[in-house]
């Protein structure tokens, strides 16, 4: 398998870069578009879950985007047809810390998020090992 081939990285980069847009602008119509449009998509977010397109479109006309920079951002390919885009992200208002991913898949209609994440990045309530196992 062919991982960051220069075409898809290209393609979910920017892609990543619209989606990070339309969020600042709080445009759900736009992000709604960068989800597949399945029951079985999944988005894991601060206080709500949603399952299913409609579902995760209903939980962004509910709240409204807050200002953040982001920080370590990963976008991954692999092959063709398979992406992730990882990243930690700092709140303005507050200075809190998050992180958040995705997993985007390319389906006839172009790259769609079939699985996303997004949490606080609090301090562990454990000492961590990092490099080692926990």
């Known amino acids: 398998m062919k991982v960051n081939e220069a075409g898809p990285l290209a393609e979910l980069t920017a892609l990543y870069g619209a989606y990070e847009a339309a969020l600042m602008a709080d445009d759900v119509a736009a992000l709604a578009g960068f989800f597949w449009e399945h029951d079985l998509v999944r988005r894991y977010a601060l206080g709500v879950n949603s399952y299913g397109h409609q579902s995760i479109t209903a939980a962004r006309q509910a709240r409204r985007a807050e200002d953040r920079t982001l920080e370590a951002t990963l976008i991954t390919t692999y092959g063709d047809d398979l992406g992730?885009?990882?990243?930690?992200?700092?709140?303005?208002?507050?200075?809190?810390?998050?992180?958040?991913?995705?997993?985007?898949?390319?389906?006839?209609?172009?790259?769609?998020?079939?699985?996303?994440?997004?949490?606080?990045?609090?301090?562990?309530?454990?000492?961590?090992?990092?490099?080692?196992?926990?």
């Not at 208002?93 to 995705?102: D, S």
């Open 84 to 134: 992730t885009a990882d990243t930690e992200f700092t709140r303005t208002a507050t200075g809190r810390r998050g992180r958040q991913t995705q997993t985007w898949v390319r389906f006839d209609e172009g790259w769609r998020i079939v699985s996303a994440h997004v949490s606080w990045l609090d301090e562990p309530a454990w000492p961590t090992n990092e490099g080692g196992a926990q």
